[in-house]
């Protein structure tokens, strides 16, 4: 009897009913593949669906695809660049307050309008204004500047400008004679530069000598340097070349006059004249007339002789 309740002991009832669940439970759960060591190659994943996209349509025609406002990363409108400030060469001149006649010239020939446009124009090489201060004016001769006409004025003018920027320090680059605005004749219009260390340059025309007295004026574009005299250019100075005279007529050819073609008419051979002095004055006179109107005045003079003979002779 105490055996038969030893083996039903509660321990031995629970171990019992552990083994049995363990194994209800293993019957009941999926058969697991053994793990390999070497991983499986992965599997291509199926591609994914993109819906068709609708069928672009064309602008309209004359439809402006650029925008006209660009805008920047961070969407705002691009700013404006400002323009660079215009050099107005008048503005400077009168800073300076030394160049007055210069000034009153530039303007009267209205020459300063081209020198500034030329300065604003992108492709222009820059500007060399040569400056001769009021003093210099007035070392001319008295009424010069009244004696020019309009275009000798611009002439002049343009005689002290270079159409390139030149520092000071390139003067010794420039090759004689310069070139300027006036032209390039080189008897009338020359101008030769000299420089003597890195400062100092000298000019002469053939008719002045004048120096670089000073720097009005300099950037990257304009130059204005001070002379101490005006550059009269020689075209100014030597008298204007005259035309070409006309052939003149060989001498001695003078053209004959009625009272030679006469002489030479009554101044025949010795026999001629010796029949006009014997014949009396209307024979004379038809003779000449016979002379003047060809055959038809010889048959004439003829019958008015024969007629003079016979009364003659009665």
């Given amino acids: ?26 019957q009941l759960s999926p058969v697991q593949a053994p793990l390999s060591s070497t991983p499986s190659p992965p599997q291509p994943s199926p591609p994914a669906f993109t819906p068709p996209s609708p069928p672009a349509t064309a602008p309209a025609p004359g439809f402006n695809t650029v925008p006209l406002v660009p805008v920047t990363p961070s969407g705002a409108p691009t700013p404006t660049v400002p323009k660079p400030p215009s050099i107005d060469i008048v503005q ?13 010239l530039l303007k009267t020939t209205q020459l300063i309008n081209q ?10 090489g820059g500007l060399t204004l040569f400056a001769p201060e009021d003093g210099a004016f007035s070392k001319l001769k008295a009424g010069f500047l009244n004696s020019l006409s309009d275009r000798q004025k611009v002439e002049l003018l ?10 000071i320090s390139n003067f010794d680059t420039l090759t004689n004679p310069v070139q300027t605005q006036a032209g390039d004749d080189p008897k009338r219009l020359q101008l030769n530069v000299t420089t003597f260390g890195s400062s100092q340059v000298s000019m002469a025309t053939g008719a002045v000598n004048a120096s670089v007295t000073g ?10 340097y001070q002379v101490d005299k005006v550059l009269l250019p020689l075209d100014l100075v030597l008298p204007s070349e005259a035309p070409a005279p006309a052939p003149s007529k060989a001498k001695g050819a003078t053209p004959k006059t009625d009272k030679t073609k006469a002489g030479d008419g009554a101044g025949g051979d010795d026999s001629d004249n010796g029949d006009n002095k014997d014949l009396p004055a209307e024979a004379s006179s038809a003779v000449s007339m016979s002379l003047k109107f060809g055959a038809k005045g010889i048959f ?3 019958v008015t002789g024969i007629a003079l003979m016979g009364e003659a002779m009665m």
């Fill in 215 to 224: 720097t009005v004026y300099t950037d990257n574009k304009l130059a204005i």
């Fill in 115 to 124: 020198l500034n446009s030329q300065l604003l124009t992108s492709g222009s």
């Fill in 300 to 302: 004439v003079a003829i």
């Fill in 1 to 26: 009897m105490k055996t038969q309740q030893s083996l039903f002991s509660p321990s031995i009832l629970l171990v019992l009913a552990l083994a049995f669940f363990h194994t209800i439970s293993a």
């Fill in 92 to 104: 400077i001149l009168r800073k300076a307050k030394r160049f007055s006649v210069l000034i009153r």
């Fill in 158 to 167: 343009q005689f002290h400008t270079l159409s390139s920027f030149i520092s």
